[in-house]
């Protein structure tokens, strides 16, 4: 089932819905790696608000996700982590590090357009 | 001893059918919404890893009642190849599958309690029980 993927300025916004199978994460992945590339964006937000178990597969894909944007030379912010979510990742040992993080969309957004400030020259 | 559902797990498909499941199981127990997702998350790495090492089992689900106590029973069945060396196998870090290493302690650390009874070429059956507090 698909993922809607928003272009919204420089950056695309992933809205993650619950129960995505693990081939749906795989296909999610491959698709954000190529929209990145063909509008050029600087940032993406995946919105996990809606999800609510990331179990160790769910982590490890997320991590690469992000390193692959990062390849791709955007930047990733994972926002809506809800707060049972974040309780069992911990526990289960899982990480989401080297991927920036913030509380939800807004937050997320003013945390990459602040990036795109500090990367532009005065 | 309540019934038993239970789940076969073939597909990825089927890991997100047994969390649910449990999920929606326990929810009546009057379990928190920390324990809800940590019940689904620990369900989830146990289908998981059937799908992982023996391809397909079954993840079978029980509410039960102990001295006064309520809580869910989740037990992952499969006829795999079994794990060797248990005790290897519960320590942070070891996968022989060489893919995640977290699968089996992170499942401890989410539910009260785990067994596992395994012998190699006999499959696993993992039994973990999480206690409504």
Wanted: aromatic share 4%.
């Amino acid at each position: 089932m698909p993922v809607p993927i928003l272009k919204q300025g420089s950056n695309l916004i992933v809205t993650v819905r619950s129960a995505l199978t693990d081939e749906d994460l795989r296909v999610l992945q491959r698709a954000i790696v190529d929209q990145v590339g063909r509008y050029r964006s600087r940032g993406v937000i995946m919105d996990v608000t809606a999800v609510d178990v990331m179990d160790s597969f769910a982590c490890r894909t997320y991590r690469d996700i992000a390193q692959m944007i990062q390849l791709r030379g955007a930047k990733t912010v994972i926002v809506g982590i809800q707060p049972e979510v974040a309780f069992s990742i911990v526990q289960l040992g899982s990480t989401l590090e080297g991927i920036a993080t913030a509380l939800d969309l807004e937050e997320g957004l003013s945390y990459l357009a602040e990036l795109e400030r500090q990367a532009r020259p005065e | 001893m309540s019934e038993t559902i239970r789940i076969p797990i073939d597909c990825d498909a089927d890991i997100i059918v047994a969390r649910q499941s449990g999920r929606q199981m326990a929810t009546p127990l009057g379990f928190s919404a920390v324990d809800l997702t940590m019940i689904a998350t620990a369900i989830s790495e146990l289908a998981r890893n059937i799908i992982m090492y023996a391809q397909r089992g079954v993840i079978e689900l029980q509410i039960q009642q102990s001295n006064g106590r309520e809580g869910i029973v989740v037990c992952a069945r499969d006829e795999g190849p079994g794990i060797a060396d248990i005790e290897q196998a519960q320590r942070i870090g070891y996968s022989s599958s060489g893919q995640l290493g977290l699968g089996l302690p992170g499942v401890r650390r989410l539910m009260d309690e785990m067994k596992i009874e395994s012998r190699p070429g006999k499959g696993t059956v993992v039994t973990a029980r999480k206690w409504r507090s």
